[in-house]
């Protein structure tokens, strides 16, 4: 998707007001009506409804009359939300180009006021799902867009939240630097994701050096999940950062040692196929075989997670809470079930396979209303009573 920020230079103050408000009421609307909307933004003379054409105008919210006079927010409409917050927070000032399209984001070069260019994560979970509403799947349709919403800010959270620890913890990810809705702003790696690299100088030393890093991570007590030639890159001194952080686990996750082998086995795949790396393998009778290893010579889940972890416990309790982790493992196991090596290539399938998966994530992801006891204001200063959204059994 395109993101043309020219529109934010004209949006007036009313304009966010209401479109915060329909973001306000899409917590527990799907298509919020518009005199709720014209409620919460509560401006003078009906003034409401006039901003609400210049947010059409703009593609900033969509239209629905199907069942009453309603409208919802559009990934423009959210990411402008974001991007405005960040703006007003002195984070960033300008937008620039694209830099990649994940499966479920989008990634933008972003520029503070002092002109460090930084990149811009926009979480898309959830897109599939909103794209399949055009397959007239109707039963999707009560949820992808609260769905999208709620998963997407949860995936930004914890990108955020696991992005910052593994940086205190001296891991190659890049520094992260805010966060907001489901946007997350972090420094720019200036390389390439190691699936465009064709030739190493050392690609025995990168090898090590990328499986050490899942090794570490699990010594802290975590798994990628997703650690694959798409989410490393490499620069052109050869230096590794890792990227791509939601769908992180704890060594304590039922299936964290089939997660842990199946993001070591891609980069023993991708680095045996891409570099012509060969690797001994140990069998029974040779007399250094070791318990504490695999038949690779490296460090088994199991001797890893016997002396592991702090760091899942120190996430457990920060900003990111158990009950969110739980709440976007549910989606996220649906729906990278398998792994993502080769994405590229096979996109058109991958779409099918993880619209599939979507549907039955969806299925057991139901958003119930729950009304909070308080009342908060926003950073706009709209006063309104907030509900949160919760995952279901
Ligand atoms: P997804 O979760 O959708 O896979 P990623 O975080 O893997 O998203 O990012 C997708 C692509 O965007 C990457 O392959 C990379 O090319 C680019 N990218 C992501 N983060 C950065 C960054 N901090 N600096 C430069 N490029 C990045
Ligand atoms: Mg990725």
């Excluded at 917050?85 to 399209?101: E, P």
């Excluded at 769905?147 to 930004?156: G, I």
């Excluded at 699990?218 to 791509?244: R, S």
């Excluded at 695999?294 to 457990?316: H, R």
Aim: glycine share 6%; charged share 30%.
């Amino acid at each position: 998707m395109k993101l043309d920020v020219e529109a934010l230079r004209y949006l007036s103050k009313d304009d966010f007001r209401v479109l915060t408000a329909v973001e306000m009421g899409m917590r527990n609307h799907e298509i919020v009506p518009a005199e709720l909307i014209d409620r919460i933004a509560s401006l003078k003379h009906g003034g409401t409804y006039k901003v609400l054409k210049n947010l059409l105008k703009h593609k900033l919210l969509h239209h629905d009359s199907s069942k009453y006079d309603g409208f919802r927010l559009t990934y423009l409409g959210y990411d402008f939300l974001a991007i405005k917050t960040l703006v007003n927070r002195g984070v960033i000032s300008s937008v620039g180009r694209k830099l990649g399209t994940g499966k479920e984001s989008d990634i933008y070069e972003v520029a503070s006021e002092d002109g460090t260019v930084l990149a811009m994560k926009l979480h898309r979970l959830g897109r599939v799902s909103f794209r399949a509403v055009k397959t007239k799947r109707d039963y999707l349709r009560h949820r992808s867009s609260y769905n999208w919403l709620y998963l997407s800010r949860l995936a930004a959270l914890k990108e955020f939240a696991f992005m910052k620890a593994l940086e205190e913890h001296e891991f190659p990810v890049p520094k992260a630097v805010d966060c907001n809705r489901h946007c997350v702003i972090m420094s720019l790696v200036q390389g390439y994701p190691l699936v465009q690299v064709k030739e190493l100088q050392n690609p025995e030393t990168i090898f090590e050096t990328v499986l050490g890093v899942i090794v570490r991570l699990a010594e802290h007590g975590l798994i990628h999940c997703d650690f694959n030639e798409f989410n490393i890159m490499i620069d052109d001194d050869e230096k590794v950062t890792v990227i791509d952080f939601p769908q992180m686990v704890s060594v304590s996750h039922r299936n964290a040692q089939m997660y842990f082998d199946r993001d070591v086995e891609c980069i023993f795949k991708f680095f045996q196929k891409r570099f012509n790396l060969t690797f001994q393998v140990n069998t029974d009778d040779n007399e250094d075989s070791d318990a504490d290893t695999d038949e690779t010579g490296w460090p088994s889940f199991s001797s890893i997670s016997k002396s592991s972890g702090f760091l899942d416990k120190e996430l457990a309790a920060s900003g990111f809470s158990r009950k969110d982790q739980e709440d976007i493992e549910k989606f996220i196991e649906e729906d990278t079930d398998d792994t993502d090596s080769g994405r590229e290539e096979t996109e058109d399938k991958q779409f099918v396979e993880s619209m599939e998966a979507n549907v039955k994530g969806l299925s057991s992801f139901h958003l119930e209303e729950q009304e909070e006891q308080t009342s908060n204001s926003d950073e706009d200063g709209v006063e309104v009573k907030q509900r949160s959204c919760k995952a279901g059994q």
